[in-house]
């Protein structure tokens, strides 16, 4: 079975501010893919990086970098210099790879508030 | 952009009807899958749905809940007699191949009187 811990619930920052959002995940699988998604206020789900397990090079997109450790079964999203649109609900998923294997498990998703 | 398209986007019933809640995903997509989020709470997988037949579905995805590609645009999923408990965000996904990424629409909020 697989299983996403997400164990910061709610973390509040003010703007500029980096902040780093962990993820924990277990999965018998040997390959298998790591998303996070953001959901704003307006509730949609916003795709933001999916890492495939065999890929542990960190990735970096503008303010926003990963650090996918195999080894510790984690993959932490890390916001540089926060801004208050950073503010939203974000969720970490994991799936297997292929065919029924697709199915996103998520975790319970991490609530960042950025002030002014 | 293509996107997934869900409507309604916010669905009001009557606990014991039934409720079918569409969703148009992206045209050249094959795998589609809805998903719930309980108020609050994390989202669920339900189902995943392929070549016209359910691949995989969830042990919350019961006998009450059914789903159907009735043409080549459109993915619906249907609750036949609605309980309290299913009020939720309900989200429609879709992929272009197998290990695509699934984009999601916006979801339905589903409200049960």
């Known amino acids: 079975a697989q299983k996403v811990t997400q164990a910061q619930t709610e973390i509040s920052v003010v703007e500029k501010e980096d902040v780093t959002l962990d993820c924990v995940y277990e999965?018998?699988?040997?390959?298998?893919?790591l998303f996070w998604y953001k959901q704003p206020p307006s509730g949609e789900l916003v795709f933001l990086i999916r890492?495939?397990?065999?890929?542990?090079q960190n990735e970096i997109s503008g303010r926003y970098s990963w650090n996918f450790q195999k080894s510790t079964s984690s993959f932490n999203f890390t916001i540089t210099a926060s801004q208050v649109v950073d503010s939203a609900v974000y969720f970490c998923?994991?799936?297997?790879?292929?065919?029924?294997?697709?199915?996103?498990?998520f975790g319970k998703g991490i609530t960042l508030s950025v002030r002014p | 952009e293509p996107e997934v398209t869900q409507t309604p986007s916010h669905q009001v019933t009557q606990m014991g009807q039934e409720v079918i809640l569409r969703c148009v995903p992206i045209?050249?997509?094959?795998?589609f899958y809805w998903y719930r989020q309980i108020l609050g709470q994390k989202v669920e997988f339900l189902v995943s749905f392929y070549n016209n037949e359910i691949s995989e579905k969830s042990e919350i995805f019961d006998d009450q809940f059914s789903v159907e590609r009735p043409d080549g645009s459109n993915f619906t999923l249907k609750i036949r007699s609605t309980k309290l408990e299913d009020s939720a965000m309900y989200f429609c996904a879709s992929s272009g191949r197998d290990n695509q990424p699934q984009h999601f629409g916006d979801g339905t909020r589903l409200s049960i009187l």
């Open positions: 045209s050249n997509h094959l795998y």
């Open positions: 999965t018998r699988d040997t390959t298998y893919y």
């Open positions: 890492r495939n397990s065999f890929d542990e």
């Open positions: 998923a994991l799936s297997g790879i292929g065919g029924a294997n697709s199915k996103l498990t």
